[in-house]
């Protein structure tokens, strides 16, 4: 699977076809997770938790503290004592 990354945001796509994607906005020194989607033909495949965890590297990566208003990245980031 091939993930493209822009400022913001890592995604999968088929030509134009959106497939997946995470997108996630700065404040200051915060990094607000607030958007995760697959499609349903992906779904089940671990494509959402590979974009957290991917997203969180980026964030990280840039000394930014993590947040997330999208609910399965909340959950993703309890799951993984990251908050």
Do not use: Q
């Not at 958007?35 to 590979?50: C, I, N, P, Q, Y």
């Not at 000394?63 to 908050?83: D, E, F, R």
């Amino acid at each position: 699977m091939n993930f493209e990354k822009e400022n913001g945001r890592i995604f999968v796509r088929d030509g134009e076809k959106l497939l997946a994607e995470i997108t996630y906005t700065v404040k200051g020194d915060v990094a607000d997770i607030d958007h995760t989607f697959v499609d349903e033909s992906l779904r089940g495949m671990g494509v959402a938790s590979k974009l957290v965890e991917m997203a969180v590297e980026d964030i990280k990566s840039k000394g930014l503290n993590i947040v997330a208003s999208c609910t399965y990245a909340n959950k993703w980031l309890s799951k993984n004592n990251m908050i």
